[in-house]
C-alpha cells in the first residue's frame, strides 16, 4: 500500500464554520506534511510532523491547528477561515529519517474553497 | 535559503514531440531529486528519483539527468501523448532531523496539443 488517503475531496465552508481534513497512511511513515498550493503555484510547506511531533510550523495562522493522533493520522482543523484561504491541501508523508532514497508520496489533497 | 528555479515555465508541443525541461537548486545538504507530475487538482505523482550519484534516470519516456556539480537537472520527455499535459515539477529534498525538507520548483506547465 504506497497510498496516502485524504479526506474529504473537496469541502466548501463558510467562514464561522469549524471543519476537518484528514490524511491516513499505512507506509509506516514517520513523517507527514501539510502543503497548501494556490493556482498555478508550487505547494507552501505548512507544517511538518516527525516522529507525532511537530517539528515545524511555517508562520502558519492560527485559523488553521493541525494535530497528528498517531503515527498514521494526520489532521488539519480549520477555523474561521478566509476566502484568500481557499486552495488544494495537500498532505504528503515519507520515511522520516530515511537518506538518499527516501521519497515523500502526496494524497490527492483536498480542494477547499471558503465562502 | 533553499531554492529551486525550473524553465520555462510553460511550454506547448505538438504531439509525437519531444521536449526537455530544465531544473536548477541551491539546497543543502542534498539527499535527492525528484520530478513529479502533477495533475489540475490532483496530488504530485513521482516520476524518477535520483541521489547524489546517479547522473541518470528513466521512467518509460521520461528520462531525468543530474549533474551535482552544477546543481542541475533536466526532464527529457520522448514522443509526446496528449495525457502528458500536466505540470512537472522538481523537488530537492534536504534530510534533516525533522525528517526530509521538500523544496519545490515553481512547475512547468506542458501542454501536448494534437
Known amino acids: 500500500d504506497t497510498e496516502v488517503t485524504q479526506t474529504p475531496k473537496h469541502l466548501v465552508m463558510g467562514m464561522t464554520n469549524k471543519k476537518s481534513l484528514k490524511c491516513e497512511q499505512h507506509?509506516?511513515?514517520?513523517?507527514m506534511y501539510w502543503y497548501k498550493q494556490k493556482a498555478k503555484k508550487p505547494p507552501e510547506l505548512m507544517f511538518v510532523?516527525?516522529?507525532?511531533?511537530?517539528?515545524i510550523n511555517e508562520s502558519v495562522p492560527s485559523r488553521f491547528s493541525p494535530e497528528c493522533p498517531n503515527s498514521s493520522l494526520l489532521n488539519l482543523h480549520l477555523h474561521a477561515l478566509q476566502p484568500e484561504d481557499s486552495a488544494l491541501y495537500l498532505c504528503?508523508?515519507?520515511?522520516?529519517?530515511?537518506?538518499?532514497?527516501?521519497?515523500?508520496?502526496f494524497g490527492q489533497g483536498t480542494r477547499l474553497t471558503v465562502v | 535559503k533553499n531554492q529551486v528555479e525550473q524553465s520555462p515555465q510553460s511550454l506547448i508541443i505538438l504531439e509525437g514531440k519531444n521536449c526537455t525541461l530544465q531544473?536548477?537548486?541551491?539546497?543543502?545538504?542534498?539527499?535527492?531529486l525528484r520530478w513529479y507530475k502533477q495533475d489540475t487538482g490532483r496530488g504530485p505523482v513521482s516520476l524518477t528519483i535520483?541521489?547524489?550519484?546517479?547522473n541518470t534516470k528513466s521512467n518509460g519516456r521520461y528520462t531525468a539527468t543530474l549533474d551535482a556539480d552544477t546543481k542541475q537537472s533536466s526532464l527529457h520527455i520522448t514522443a509526446s501523448q496528449l495525457s502528458d499535459s500536466a505540470s512537472y515539477i522538481c523537488?530537492?529534498?534536504?534530510?534533516?532531523?525533522?525528517?526530509?525538507?521538500?523544496?519545490f520548483g515553481g512547475g512547468t506547465r506542458l501542454m501536448v496539443k494534437p
Open positions: 507506509m509506516g511513515h514517520r513523517a
Open positions: 504528503a508523508s515519507s520515511q522520516g529519517k530515511g537518506g538518499g532514497r527516501t521519497e515523500a508520496f
Open positions: 535520483m541521489t547524489f550519484s546517479e
Open positions: 523537488v530537492v529534498s534536504a534530510d534533516n532531523n525533522a525528517g526530509n525538507m521538500l523544496t
Open positions: 510532523y516527525s516522529y507525532e511531533k511537530l517539528s
Open positions: 531544473c536548477n537548486y541551491t539546497v543543502s545538504p542534498f539527499s535527492n
